[in-house]
């Protein structure tokens, strides 16, 4: 059984630069989130799709977009690179089930860097 | 006041001892509680997640909550030196569009030989 999958796992761009990030959820899961973790702090919420439209969004600017397709699978979507873009990107997936009991499980994560 | 507050570390706790990390939470409508680890430059597993008051216990792992005080709690017995990393607490509502986790900085446990 195929966890959640990220690729690439690593990246390095330069600022002003586009990046797309992309997951396969696990199987069976239906909802995917997706978080920035900089150096030495906990993950912040960027957005959540489910049934291919964006559900809840955190405090990121436009640049940061994305998308789910038929299949569940996502992208992740930045626009003009900054310096401080530079994170772990992770991709989470779930099973929506409206009950407390549906865990997120994160993917291997994207080293981004922006030079 | 942040969203998630974790006991600072880090925590060093001889091997075979308890390790006890807190967390506490300011959104009374949260309504279930993930402890993940963190090993450094890696992604962050699920160790256990918990939505009742009360302990829930997986192997050498206790999570414990209560919800009047706003405080969940991970109890690690018997500690390895494999259970050295950073711990995450994090938090999830439920209400529709409202199921994002929001997670603590961390906790990092060192396990000494």
């Known amino acids: 059984d195929a966890g959640v999958t990220q690729s690439p796992t690593h990246l390095i761009k330069t600022r002003g630069q586009q990046v797309t990030l992309r997951c396969s959820p696990k199987?069976?899961?239906?909802?995917v989130s997706w978080y920035q973790q900089a150096l030495g702090q906990g993950p912040q919420f960027i957005f959540q799709?489910?049934?291919?439209?964006?559900?809840q969004r955190g405090n990121f600017p436009d640049r940061f977009s994305g998308h789910q397709f038929p299949n569940y699978s996502s992208e992740l979507n930045v626009n003009a690179l900054l310096l401080g873009d530079s994170a772990l990107y992770l991709c989470?997936?779930?099973?929506?089930?409206?009950?407390?009991?549906?865990?997120?499980?994160f993917g291997n994560g994207t080293r981004l860097t922006v030079t | 006041q942040k969203e998630v507050e974790q006991n600072s570390g880090p925590l060093s706790v001889p091997e075979g001892a308890i390790a006890s990390l807190n967390c506490t939470y300011s959104?009374?409508?949260?309504?279930?509680f993930f402890w993940y680890r963190q090993y450094s430059g890696k992604s962050p597993e699920l160790i256990m997640f918990?939505?009742?008051?009360g302990d829930k216990e997986d192997g050498r792992f206790t999570a414990q909550l209560n919800k009047a005080s706003q405080y969940v709690s991970l109890l690690i017995r018997d500690s390895q030196p494999s259970d050295s990393a950073t711990y995450l607490c994090?938090?999830?509502?439920?209400?529709?569009?409202?199921?994002?986790?929001?997670f603590g900085t961390g906790t990092r446990l060192t396990i000494i030989p």
């Open positions: 199987s069976g899961h239906d909802t």
């Open positions: 989470a997936s779930s099973a929506y089930t409206g009950t407390p009991d549906s865990p997120l499980h």
């Open positions: 799709y489910y049934e291919e439209e964006e559900r």
């Open positions: 918990i939505y009742s008051n």
């Open positions: 959104d009374r409508g949260s309504q279930s």
């Open positions: 994090a938090v999830r509502g439920l209400s529709f569009g409202n199921e994002k986790l929001t």
